[in-house]
């Protein structure tokens, strides 16, 4: 759980007590390709259930650091959307990339964007020691040099095992920085969980059958590399609710995945196996997903995956908006 989805929760929970809130993301990093265009998959997801009635493409400047490169006008075009989308709206919330430092060699990264917009800035950590608190510390130098206010920090995604030692040690460090802390959002399973649609899309890849599989639940991964009978005999091999990564020309293993009952197939190189086995893959509903790069990248791939959010979701959308009950959104947001 990353901080879209939790900045997400924050921004439904507001809109249930009657704030208009409003959302924009100026460094894109997950490009979505459909017939509405070019978009950020955050944006989009912000755009349909916030109702902002403008474009998702209208809410994400670049999606390449390098287009502004030598340009003088990147605050100032950042700064000209956002007033454009203020308008009638209680509460902003701009999105950085996925780190505070991401962006800065050409202005781009949170703390030159909040300058820019004269916004403050909400921390977003896990509970890892001590990763989380060495990068806690360096961030809160970095605003601090620019001027730049840090409202206060979210602890997310804190595992149940993991409570005692964020209670004990990490909470009086944060607070010995001076960083109040909003709150701390538990770790929720449904909202972490990944489909077979939602891989397809992080993968941008091709559904070659299978279709009526789309909605099954990914939690495993497996790297078919060897032989089937090779492959079928190691124990990872019958987790359930697993995508099997293989070769598009090897029928073996495409098979023997197939009667594994796989929750789909990743199939690289974009080869295809033959139709008897796309056939049986569309009877048995199991996914096979076509993708041009090579078994071992889509499996490294895969397991980077981040999972998304769709606005048809009602069950994880939910979710998302339970789970950071536990922050206080009013002092959070200002609303």
Known sequence: MGKTTVALGIALNAVDRGAKVGYMKPLGDRIIYDKKGIYDADAGLFAELLDLGVEASELTVTFDWRDALGSEGVHGHCVRVADRLESGIDVMMVESAEAFCFGGTVGMDSGSMASALDADVILLTGGKMPEDLDRIRVAKAYYDSIGVHVVGLVLNAIAPDMQGDVDDVMRPIIEHMGIPILGTVA??????????????????????AGQDGMDRTIENVFVGALSAISGSAMPAFHLPNKVIIT???????????????????????????????????????????????????????????????????????????????????????GV
């Open 187 to 208: 770790m929720d399973a449904t909202i972490s969980r990944a489909t077979v649609g939602s891989l397809t899309e992080s993968l941008n890849a091709k559904v070659v």
């Open 247 to 333: 070769g598009g020309d090897r029928s073996d293993m495409i098979l023997a995945s197939l009667e594994s009952e796989a929750s789909a197939v990743v199939l690289t190189n974009n080869l295809l196996p033959p139709t008897r086995i796309m056939n049986m893959a569309d009877d048995l509903s199991i996914p096979l997903i076509s993708v041009p790069m090579d078994t071992f990248s889509a499996a490294e791939m895969v397991r980077d995956m981040t999972v998304l959010t769709h606005g048809d979701d009602d069950e994880k959308i939910e979710a998302i908006k339970k789970a950071v009950t536990g922050l206080d959104v009013s002092r959070v947001l």
